[in-house]
């Protein structure tokens, strides 16, 4: 089995519930095991600020997927919430992706691991620190407790 860590956001509909299905479909996967799940962190937009706050956590999974394979496992979740993809870093009831995959740099056409962007964005190096605090970002080979960013617009979400 290997290690992944995925990010998991939302902000169109009940938001909330779209994390817990997604959490669901994802443990019912076939060679997918949800291992840990962090907080709920409600968030700011970033790039596309036109739209509502998202709801963002961060899971660990043990898995017998590929990356690729984890990858098309992340689409078929955010298939089967209804993810419309219109708007880049538009609203949408759920996005899932994948942060880490053991200590690997993947860089194909369609993926990219670490996820590229995950060190400048406190939403998600914020819950992924509450799982993962002492695993290595391979790319910087910090921990992402040495990475994450104080950042008083991420705050626990209270239902």
């Known amino acids: 089995m290997k290690t992944a860590y995925l ?12 994390l817990e299905s997604a959490i669901k479909i994802l443990d019912q996967a076939d060679g997918v095991q949800v291992s840990q799940i962090s907080p709920v962190y409600e ?12 709801l963002n956590l961060c899971v660990e999974v043990k898995t017998t997927l590929t990356p690729q ?22 609203p949408r009831t759920l996005d899932v992706d994948i942060l880490l995959y053991e200590n690997e740099i993947i860089e194909e056409e369609n993926l990219t691991v670490p996820h590229p962007r995950m060190r ?13 605090t002492d695993v290595v970002e391979p790319h910087t080979q910090l921990s992402i407790g040495e990475l994450v960013i104080p950042d008083d617009t991420v705050k626990k979400y209270k239902a």
Not at 43 to 54: D, K, R, S
Not at 120 to 132: G, K, M, S, Y
């Open 120 to 132: 400048e964005r406190a939403f998600v190096l914020t819950p992924l620190n509450d799982i993962a």
């Open 69 to 90: 394979q984890l990858l098309q496992q992340c689409f078929y979740t955010e298939h089967q919430l209804h993810r419309v993809r219109d708007i880049r870093w538009g």
């Open 7 to 18: 990010g998991l956001g939302s902000n169109v509909g009940d938001r909330l519930e779209q």
């Open 43 to 54: 968030t700011e937009p970033v790039g596309y600020v036109e739209q509502p706050n998202f």
